[in-house]
């Protein structure tokens, strides 16, 4: 059974920080490119970041400059570093598994992000 887990969701004032981590089981995850989605109320999901496996993140313009997007091979795991969040950041962030040849896609849960003003 594939399962995406996001955490490290939560509020914040503008200005701050969060972290967020999307753990992974039931794929091989060196063989899926690993996305960071947002949505905010009312609005369409948005890419935020991709990584691809043995590469560098590759950011939208959505937070391009104010996030940093990685991942850990050995743990299964993408990370999505923002920094100098804006009360527009807010939202349900999305972690996303692309098979690089399959395209076969699996989507977490979504963590909340709220950023206060």
């Known amino acids: 059974q594939v399962q995406l887990v996001e955490s490290g969701g939560g509020l914040v004032q503008a200005g701050g920080s969060l972290t967020l981590s999307c753990t992974t089981s039931?794929?091989?995850?060196?063989?899926?490119?690993m996305g960071w989605y947002r949505q905010a109320p009312g609005k369409q999901r948005e890419l935020v970041a991709t990584?691809?496996?043995?590469?560098?993140?590759i950011y939208a313009d959505s937070m391009k400059g104010r996030s940093t997007a990685s991942r850990d091979n050995a743990k299964n795991t993408v990370y999505l570093q923002m920094n100098s969040l804006k009360p527009e950041d807010t939202g349900v962030y999305y972690c996303?598994?692309?098979?690089?040849?399959?395209?076969?896609?699996?989507w977490g849960q979504g963590t909340q992000v709220t950023v206060s003003s």
């Open positions: 039931g794929i091989v995850f060196s063989a899926y490119a």
């Open positions: 990584v691809l496996s043995g590469g560098g993140p």
């Open positions: 996303n598994a692309r098979h690089r040849l399959t395209l076969d896609t699996y």
